[in-house]
């Protein structure tokens, strides 16, 4: 019996309304149905829940299994995604590496066919520069197999010679290959040593003076005194390779008749980095007068291979290499090379290298006067030089070597360039103008120590006459221009106006008349004001002479007469030479002859008495050309005849080429008076080649209308109408418009 049937028993037996238990008994009736029920959901649930279990238990084993591997899984994909990612970035790294590796074939594709582009130009550079020489040595070799019995020696000798040259030029490029391949496969072995750099610029100059000649290139090398050395520690051969491609171009390029400029300058100034702002270089510049550099050959100057628009002005080659090998071989020895140009200008190159010493100079304020009574000697020696300079120079020179060899002793820096200065002009006056050259160039270094700007701007000055005597007119020009632009710098209006006098003597003697004018006029102007009688002589004589050339005589004596009044007064007697010579040849253009040659004859005089060489070959040929014009008598055409030659051998011996070609216009006209025409034709040849050597038109236009008078002399009409045009050309280039007198006896 279960606990509903006890229940209903229970109800059954209590006392109570019937009613009451019914009620009782249908609750538990609903109550057993309920329960029931209940167990029937209880059972099913407690089945459900065992079945359950048995799943849970049974799923709980699979999920711990598929956990287990689950996890195994999972370390393994792990690992795999580590081995992904190794790989992965194995295969990034490899990608970039690619990436480089294809970045730099490109860049090696580029640069190879660069390379290969530069090779074909040069392969067409070397093939043509190589093959004409080549050419040229075979055309001679073969003449000289075939014709060296017949040919005049000098014939062959010159073929040997155009043989030389073309040989030359293959050496040169040949050169330059080695040289390039040695660099760019990084082959060079420097061999630092010290030495002299200004003993290896020397060296390098006389190997390119007959280059230089050959043109009429002027070199003037650095500026040193002798004992003096600027030490570098460096590479030998290779600083010597630099200098000579710089020297090389610079004569390669240069025109006709001009210069080139050569210094050498210590200095601090950085080359590189700061690293080197303590540190010392010896730079070397090579200044020319050529065509320049426009802004895009100045792009690739340094480059391999690069052809600029310049041409050599003398029918050289180039490879285009020269440069290149400067810039690295520079570079390799710790130095620089650069250029500054200005189109039309000129341009300079500069070499700088790490100095290792140097002589010291000491300046004016350092200067230690060791000997006070030594001293006061030399003061002395300069004090009566200075006053005997233009009266008897001759008298001064061994005082001045005397005073010369105290300085340096002494170490007295700021007489010793006085000294030096004095000499110079000293051996101006005696005509002795390479000389002169010399000591001027030592003075003007010292002065350039010292920094005495002044000073400086005298000197210059004085080097420019002693290339005016020499009829170097381009290299006086620029002297003097230098020495005006130094005195206008300083304030100084006696340097100035002097300046102005020399620049007028250049365009003078260059036939530029109005220049020549404007120039004297300008520094009589100054001379005046500040009181300089010297200088006022030394102008009026001048203008003189323009006025003369102009055929304005009275004027011109007007001139003469004035400076030779001032002169006298000054007692200056090389110059009183001068004007007393040129009143002379004045009056014999007047016809004064008596009268021409007693102021011409005075002028020998007071040129034998002062030892003054230059006037004592002026006045000899003045004096001959007197006698040539005012008479027909034998015995003083003899006289005119020895005057020439005598005033010829001064000249070989001064140096002055301009002097020997007009006594040989004078001595051509003497053998045409005395009818000796074998003798003319040698005379004119020769000094119309001195004429057109050293660029003077004027002179050039005076031989061939000489050349016209001898063939008209002799009969060939023909010969003498071509000179005679020429000369018209040749005048009227010179200054169109002006009445110059041409006459070979001036």
Not at 568 to 597: C, H, P, Q, W
Request: net charge negative; charged share 25%; glycine share 4%.
């Amino acid at each position: 019996m279960n606990e509903i049937e006890q229940l209903r028993t229970i109800v059954t037996s209590l006392p109570c309304s019937e009613q009451e238990k019914q009620g009782v008994l249908s609750l538990l009736k609903k109550l057993d149905k309920s329960f029931s029920k209940l167990k029937f959901s209880y059972d099913t649930t407690l089945e459900a829940t065992q079945r359950l279990t048995l799943l849970l238990t049974a799923t709980s084993e699979d999920l711990t299994i598929a956990l287990e591997q689950g996890e195994k899984r999972s370390i393994e994909l792990a690992k795999s995604n580590e081995e992904i990612l190794r790989q992965q970035s194995i295969l990034e790294d490899q990608a970039a590496k690619i990436q480089i590796v294809n970045t730099a074939l490109q860049e090696r594709n580029i640069a190879l066919e660069r390379f290969n582009s530069e090779k074909n130009d040069f392969l067409g550079i070397a093939a043509h520069d190589l093959k004409n020489p080549l050419a040229g040595i075979t055309l001679w070799a073969d003449l000289l197999i075939q014709y060296s019995s017949v040919l005049p020696p000098e014939q062959v000798l010159e073929k040997l010679q155009s043989i030389k040259q073309s040989a030359n030029r293959m050496s040169v490029l040949i050169t330059n290959l080695l040289d390039i391949n040695t660099i760019e496969s990084g082959g060079i072995t420097l061999n630092p040593k010290e030495f002299d750099i200004l003993e290896l610029i020397q060296l390098h100059c006389t190997d390119y003076a007959d280059r230089a000649n050959a043109k009429k290139i002027t070199i003037i090398p650095p500026i040193a005194l002798p004992h003096e050395s600027v030490i570098v520690d460096a590479d030998h051969h290779y600083t010597g390779e630099v200098i000579d491609n710089l020297l090389s171009n610079a004569v390669k390029y240069s025109p006709h008749g001009s210069a080139i400029w050569i210094r050498v300058e210590c200095t601090s100034i950085p080359l590189h980095t700061d690293t080197d702002k303590d540190n010392y270089y010896v730079v070397i510049s090579i200044k020319d007068e050529g065509p320049g550099l426009s802004e895009e050959d100045s792009k690739k100057l340094f480059k391999k291979f690069a052809r600029l628009s310049a041409k050599p002005t003398g029918g050289e080659s180039s490879t285009g290499l020269g440069l290149s090998i400067v810039k690295k071989l520079a570079e390799t020895m710790n130095g620089n090379v650069w250029c500054e140009s200005t189109l039309g200008e000129g341009a300079t190159f500069y070499f700088a290298l790490p100095l290792k010493k140097s002589v010291p100079v000491k300046t004016e304020s350092t200067a230690i006067v060791q000997d006070t009574e030594r001293n006061q000697q030399v003061t002395e020696i300069l004090t009566v030089a200075k006053e005997k300079m233009r009266s008897n120079p001759s008298e001064v020179v061994t005082p001045l070597l005397e005073a010369l060899e105290l300085c340096t002793k002494l170490e007295l820096l700021p007489d010793k360039a006085k000294v030096l200065r004095y000499l110079g002009i000293v051996h101006i006056r005696l005509s002795e103008f390479s000389t002169a050259h010399d000591y001027l160039q030592d003075s003007l270094y010292l002065y350039r120590q010292l920094g005495d700007e002044p000073r400086q701007a005298a000197v210059l000055g004085n080097i420019g006459l002693s290339y005016y005597n020499r009829s170097m007119y381009s290299l006086a020009l620029t002297y003097h221009e230098e020495s005006l632009h130094l005195w206008q710098k300083v304030g100084r209006q006696l340097g100035e106006s002097q300046a102005l006098v020399n620049i007028g003597l250049v365009y003078f003697e260059s036939g530029d008349l109005n220049k020549a004018q404007y120039y004297y006029t300008e520094a009589l102007r100054i001379k005046r004001i500040i009181g300089d009688r010297y200088g006022e002589s030394l102008a009026l004589n001048n203008l003189g002479n323009v006025l003369e050339t102009l055929g304005d005589n009275d004027n011109a004596l007007s001139m003469y007469q004035q400076s030779l009044e001032i002169k006298r007064e000054t007692s200056d007697r090389l110059a009183e030479v001068i004007t007393l010579k040129n009143i002379g040849t004045l009056y014999m253009r007047l016809s004064y002859f008596e009268l021409a040659f007693d102021f011409c004859l005075e002028a020998l005089q007071l040129s034998r008495s002062t030892q003054n060489r230059s006037g004592i070959a002026n006045s000899l040929s003045a004096l001959s050309s007197i006698l040539v014009k005012s008479t027909d008598d034998t015995d003083k055409l003899e006289e005119a005849l020895n005057y020439a030659l005598q005033s010829i051998e001064i000249y070989r011996e001064i140096a002055k080429p301009i002097g020997v070609c007009n006594s040989l216009f004078v001595l051509a006209k003497v053998y045409m008076k005395v009818e000796l025409m074998n003798e003319v034709l040698p005379c004119l040849e020769e000094a119309l080649s001195i004429a057109e050597s050293i660029g003077q038109v004027h002179y050039e236009a005076n031989a061939h209308f000489l050349f016209s008078e001898y063939y008209e002399l002799i009969g060939s009409n023909a010969a003498a109408l071509h000179h005679y045009k020429k000369f018209i050309v040749l005048k009227e280039k010179i200054s169109p418009g002006n009445s110059i007198q041409f006459d070979a006896l001036r």
